[in-house]
């Protein structure tokens, strides 16, 4: 993820699901919401994060981030904006390109798509 390589990351962190379903606790539901909007696959990332939540897993604010820019860039606007409102909450003296940077991953590539996301779902200011 961190090197900016969304399907190899995708497919890793889906093995790790499938080794330990059970691990309800851990972050790999929100990591592959995170690296399947890295790998383009907005709808994907959506039903992770659902499936994250429907299952009692680990939240944390940047997730709202991923969210909304997936919402938006399926052209789900109105679906983008509680999970804006909630980037609002967690980073209020953040703006989008903040929010970009943030996400710490080496991929110039991946940190506009994300910015793009993000603009798309509306300000964040």
Known sequence: MWAGRGKEACDATQTALRLVPQYVEGPYLNLLGRVSYLAGR??????AYRRNDDRGGAVGGFRHAVWAAAHAQLGQIEQ?????????????????????????IQSE?????????????????
């Open 80 to 104: 983008a904006k509680p999970h804006l409102e909630e980037v609002r909450r967690e980073f209020p003296n953040q703006w989008i390109e903040d929010l970009g940077n943030l996400h710490g």
């Open 42 to 47: 907005d709808q994907d990332a959506i039903d």
């Open 109 to 125: 590539r991946e940190t506009r798509r994300l910015i793009e996301g993000l603009r798309k779902a509306g300000p964040t200011e």
